[in-house]
């Protein structure tokens, strides 16, 4: 009587492993993505410093910064988050009229579309960087008296914070596996999560 062998061989692809560890340490997947991540924020940033130079209407230099950091949030919100990094948020209304954010984080896996790790340190530097750049703004308005420039940094700064914290917590999704409590997470978590902030670095 012979006993069955119910074990199988199992191939272990090493060939196709390395192929994935060299795809992701390769400088851009996106350049195009990469580029327009920070092309709208630096460029909006530039604009501030030179606008009290160009012009002295104040309107025209309110609206081109506020336009170029409206493009930067939609195409940081939609396109980059997703091909760089893999992360997407979004807000829908339920069926009983509730507001409702959701927060993705795409597993990494073989084959998937998420860009190498030089992007994912573009989309995070670019992201962490410039409103941190608005914030030092806003301080040197405030001691300046510039009261109508202070009202532009508070617009510039709460557009670029909401794809930080939306990102924030897609990277909070992605960690622990499961969607946060939206009630529930404050900056509290990210300071019992300092891995966040400081391991996409």
Same mark, same amino acid.
């Given at each position: 009587?012979?006993?069955?062998?119910?074990? !199988?061989?199992v191939e272990l692809? &090493?060939?196709?492993? !390395?192929?994935? @560890?060299? @795809?992701?340490?390769?400088?851009? @997947?996106?350049?195009?993505?990469?580029?327009?991540? #920070? /092309?709208? @924020?630096?460029v909006a940033i530039?604009?501030?410093? +030179? %606008?009290?130079?160009?012009? !002295?209407? /104040?309107?025209?230099?309110?609206?081109?910064?506020?336009?170029?950091?409206? /493009? $930067?949030?939609?195409?940081?919100?939609?396109?980059?988050?997703?091909?760089?990094?893999?992360?997407?948020?979004?807000?829908?209304?339920?069926?009983?009229?509730?507001? +409702?954010?959701?927060? !993705?984080?795409?597993?990494?896996?073989?084959?998937?579309?998420?860009?190498?790790?030089?992007?994912?340190?573009?989309?995070?530097?670019? +992201?962490?960087?410039?409103?941190?750049?608005?914030?030092?703004?806003? /301080?040197?308005?405030?001691?300046?008296?510039?009261?109508?420039?202070?009202? #532009?940094?508070?617009?510039?700064?709460?557009?670029?914070v909401a794809n930080?914290?939306?990102? +924030?917590? %897609?990277?909070?999704?992605?960690?622990?596996?499961?969607?946060? $409590?939206?009630?529930? &997470?404050?900056?509290?978590?990210? #300071?019992?999560?300092?891995?966040?902030?400081?391991?996409?670095?």
């Amino acid at each position: 009587m012979t006993m069955a062998d119910d074990t !199988e061989d199992v191939e272990l692809d &090493f060939a196709a492993d !390395e192929q994935e @560890r060299a @795809r992701r340490s390769a400088v851009l @997947r996106h350049p195009l993505a990469s580029f327009f991540h #920070l /092309f709208f @924020r630096v460029v909006a940033i530039v604009a501030y410093l +030179l %606008c009290d130079w160009i012009s !002295e209407n /104040f309107a025209p230099c309110f609206v081109l910064i506020i336009t170029l950091l409206s /493009f $930067d949030f939609w195409s940081v919100k939609n396109v980059t988050g997703r091909l760089l990094v893999g992360l997407r948020w979004w807000n829908q209304i339920d069926d009983d009229g509730k507001s +409702l954010w959701v927060f !993705e984080a795409k597993k990494a896996s073989r084959g998937n579309n998420i860009g190498t790790e030089a992007e994912a340190r573009i989309f995070w530097l670019g +992201l962490i960087i410039c409103p941190l750049i608005w914030t030092f703004f806003f /301080f040197t308005s405030l001691f300046s008296l510039k009261i109508k420039w202070l009202s #532009l940094v508070v617009a510039s700064i709460s557009l670029q914070v909401a794809n930080l914290y939306g990102y +924030l917590r %897609c990277k909070a999704v992605g960690e622990d596996g499961q969607p946060a $409590d939206s009630r529930s &997470f404050t900056g509290q978590h990210l #300071l019992q999560r300092p891995d966040i902030i400081f391991g996409i670095l």
